[in-house]
């Protein structure tokens, strides 16, 4: 297994542009999550989805668009990039049942946006 | 609403030397707890959790963690650190009836190794 996946692995992008960074899991998880990682501030969660079809806000939504058509893919969109969307990008699934709390993450996407 | 304190930012110990890093947490309900690991240029990759039962759990390269509910604490220990766990540690916590079971994490520690 893969596990969980991320695609792409670096991006640089100009204020205003957008982007699409997707995310895959090959593990039949049930909820997946994007969060940010900046130095000092751990992770934040961005948005989260608890199956196929559905999503949610996270701590840090704004400025942010997710989508999960599939069970296996979770999309995190940005419309309009702006400098303070600079930052590490993690996915991470897990599964239901009683372990539904522990989360697997992906490698991360750097996204810097001048 | 749920917190997690990571007190220090930087920890460097010599090798072979013991290891703590403390983690104190905010959380309404009854607390899941978490230590994860990142290292340079990696995602997070999980040493152990605590769900129930006994409060000294166990985890992966040798890392223990002990939950103390009258602390709020969820202290990661290792009695002899090698070089290769130089790297980032997060504490997170979640719960039971969290929507989502969304983690909320600490800002993390960073641990330097000395030869």
């Known amino acids: 297994n893969a596990g969980v996946t991320q695609t792409p692995k670096f991006r640089v992008l100009k204020t205003g542009q957008s982007m699409t960074l997707l995310c895959a899991q090959d593990m039949n998880h049930e909820y997946m999550y994007w969060y940010r990682q900046d130095p000092g501030m751990g992770l934040r969660l961005i948005h989260y989805s608890v199956g196929e079809g559905t999503t949610a806000k996270g701590e840090v939504p704004d400025g942010y668009n997710v989508s999960r058509l599939k069970k296996q893919n979770f999309l995190l969109g940005l419309e309009s990039a702006a400098p303070s969307q600079t930052s590490v990008y993690f996915c991470?699934?897990?599964?239901?049942?009683?372990?539904?709390?522990?989360?697997?993450f992906g490698p991360g996407t750097r996204l810097l946006v001048l | 609403a749920q917190s997690v304190t990571q007190p220090d930012i930087h920890i460097t110990v010599s090798e072979g030397a013991s290891l703590e890093l403390r983690c104190n947490y905010s959380?309404?309900?009854?607390?899941?707890l978490f230590w994860y690991v990142q290292s340079p240029g990696q995602g997070l990759q999980l040493l152990l959790k605590?769900?129930?039962?006994?409060?000294l759990v166990q985890g992966i390269k040798g890392f223990e963690a002990e939950f103390k509910r009258s602390q709020s604490s969820f202290n990661l220990r290792k009695p002899s650190v090698h070089w290769s766990d130089a790297a980032e540690y997060f504490c997170a916590v979640g719960g039971v009836g969290n929507a989502g079971n969304m983690l909320t994490f600490g800002g993390g520690t960073r641990l330097m190794v000395k030869p």
């Open positions: 959380y309404g309900a009854t607390p899941y």
């Open positions: 991470a699934s897990s599964p239901g049942g009683l372990n539904q709390e522990t989360q697997y």
């Open positions: 605590y769900f129930s039962g006994d409060t």
